[in-house]
T-cell receptor, first 113, second 117 residues
Framework: NAGVTQTPKFQVLKTGQSMTLQCAQD?????MYWYRQDPGMGLRLIYY???????DKGEVPNGYNVSRLNKREFSLRLESAAPSQTSVYFC????????????FGSGTRLTVV | DQQVKQNSPSLSVQEGRISILNCDYT??????FLWYKKYPAEGPTFLIS?????DKNEDGRFTVFLNKSAKHLSLHIVPSQPGDSAVYFC????????????????FGQGTILTVHP
């Protein structure tokens, strides 16, 4: 009963480096999401995938790319990390793309120096 | 532009008393509202929700009230317990008529609730 698994849990990057945050769910959910959480800002949607084979921008997509590799996996890539991307990143999934039924991962804490 | 606002960054209450967390929204297209609870180093977990066709929804110790005219919702926890100490996020979703939100949520900033024994 793993739910949504995110790797890594912690990461420190230098400005300009690239990395991919991995997310996998084992609940056969159709829709997957990437949010970032910043102090005083709540969670903001970066990208989402309503179903396998589709991706779309959320509220704060600049500086990120995503790949819906298959139904289980949805990765988030930072091509050239910036200090403004220091944040906690949460992946989530839900069965049908409805507003309820979300399951969140435990997060990746990323620091860009 | 913050479409969902939780204006109280923190709230402290005594065990056994009522906790009231507030949330305001500006987007009249929002039609579904949720509360999430988050412990440190964990992801948010769903607590309770309410559709815009209702004004109250209750689940055990948790009740959510929705005032559409004021664009305001609140979460009541009665009685409060030390294990309720966490960050609480209000979230909303909505869509244009005939469309879909694809499950996208807009979150408030969060309120840190501390329940003292």
């Amino acid at each position: 009963n793993a739910g949504v698994t995110q790797t890594p849990k912690f990461q420190v990057l230098k400005t300009g480096q690239s990395m991919t945050l991995q997310c996998a769910q084992d609940m056969n959910h159709n829709s997957m999401y990437w949010y970032r959480q910043d102090p005083g800002m709540g969670l903001r949607l970066i990208y989402y995938s309503a179903s396998e084979g589709t991706t779309d921008k959320g509220e704060v997509p600049n500086g990120y790319n995503v790949s819906r590799l298959n139904k289980r996996e949805f990765s988030l890539r930072l091509e050239s990390a910036a200090p403004s991307q220091t944040s906690v990143y949460f992946c989530a999934s839900n069965p049908t793309g409805a507003s309820y039924g979300y399951t969140f991962g435990s997060g990746t804490r990323l620091t860009v120096v | 532009d913050q479409q969902v606002k939780q204006n109280s960054p923190s709230l402290s209450v005594q065990e056994g008393r009522i906790s009231i967390l507030n949330c305001d929204y500006t987007n009249s297209m929002f039609d579904y509202f949720l509360w999430y609870k988050k412990y440190p180093a964990e992801g948010p977990t769903f607590l309770i929700s309410i559709s815009s066709i209702k004004d109250k929804n209750e689940d055990g110790r948790f009740t959510v009230f929705l005032n559409k005219s004021a664009k305001h919702l609140s979460l009541h926890i009665v009685p409060s317990q030390p294990g309720d100490s966490a960050v609480y996020f209000c979230a909303a979703s909505g869509h244009k008529a005939g469309g879909t939100s694809y499950g996208k949520l807009t979150f408030g900033q969060g309120t840190i609730l501390t329940v003292h024994p």
